[in-house]
């Protein structure tokens, strides 16, 4: 698709400019219709339109819309889809890491406070991570770094938990928050398949160059303006849905503050009652 990148933006481009190439693009569309339909009129030497002419125009036009309309629906269905997996990954993740922290206090030291402070760090690595759009590569490194030290220091704790009985629910619990680093990174790079994406905009194009063709008159040409101004509007956010590390609509990370926040609180709390 890197032959078509300069009209159908799926690089690290700003939603702007993504607006402003599929606008050109069905604009450059629409007149490439008018002066096609201009040239036959001048060809047959007749500009005289039938009822029935318009009627074949309109059952053409009503045909074309409704096959783009599903088109949307169903490209639209699928980046909301995943996006709403990746909203939810967020929750499950800041559980297992919750949980974690939990299992961890019933350890005694150094064990309790290196994987607490580990697990801090964890989690903040994941927020920077989640909310970066460049320079993603060295908190990567770092999240992977994180999590060979998080399964050390839980290997180094095997004998106190054993022990303390907890061995069991503490591997469980950082198991899960290993299992949940895997998925959020799979769900990031689960998109539309390009050839989908292309076939929308091969569909927003041609329906642009038919309405140029067949349609007459100021008024209908305005009702297509804006007809395409929305058309453009829903593509756009299918595109910014689309690139979960770049775009404007990512999934909240109200989830990770939290936990964050809640392993703030001083550890000499969860020793109250021994």
Same mark, same amino acid.
């Given at each position: 698709m890197d032959d078509f990148s300069f009209?159908?933006? @799926?690089?690290?481009?700003a939603v702007?400019?993504?607006?402003?190439?599929?606008?050109?693009?069905?604009?450059?569309?629409a007149?490439?219709?008018y002066t096609l339909q201009r040239a036959v009129l001048r060809y047959r030497k007749s500009a005289a339109r039938t009822d029935r002419m318009e009627s074949q125009e309109n059952f053409l036009v009503?045909?074309?819309?409704v096959l783009l309309a599903l088109m949307l629906a169903f490209t639209t269905g699928f980046v909301v889809e995943r996006y709403d997996e990746r909203r939810l990954l967020v929750v499950e993740e800041a559980n297992a890491i919750g949980t974690a922290y939990l299992e961890s206090q019933a350890?005694?030291?150094?064990?309790? @406070?290196?994987l607490s402070n580990l697990l801090i760090q964890y989690t903040d690595n994941r927020i920077a991570l989640s909310t970066a759009a460049r320079d993603r590569q060295p908190l990567l490194a770092n999240n992977d770094q994180l999590l060979t030290k998080i399964w050390a220091a839980?290997?180094?704790?095997?004998?106190?938990?054993?022990?303390?009985a907890v061995? @069991?629910?503490?591997f469980l619990a950082f198991t899960e928050v290993i299992n949940y680093d895997t998925e959020r990174k799979i769900s990031r790079l689960t998109q539309v398949p390009q050839g989908i994406l292309f076939t929308l905009y091969a569909f927003l194009t041609l329906t642009a160059v038919i309405l140029g063709a067949v349609l007459n008159g100021i008024r209908q040409r305005i009702i297509a303006g804006i007809l395409f101004l929305l058309l453009t509007l829903a593509v756009?956010?299918?595109?910014d849905l689309n690139r979960p590390t770049r775009g404007l609509i990512r999934e909240s990370q109200e989830a990770l503050l939290l936990v964050r926040d809640s392993m703030k609180v001083p550890r000499a709390d969860f020793d109250q009652y021994r």
């Open positions: 009209f159908w933006p @799926t690089g690290d481009v702007s400019t993504t607006i402003a190439r599929i606008i050109a693009a069905v604009v450059l569309a007149l490439a219709g009503s045909g074309i819309l350890l005694g030291e150094p064990h309790r @406070t290196r839980v290997l180094a704790s095997n004998d106190d938990a054993r022990e303390r061995i @069991t629910p503490l756009a956010m299918i595109v």
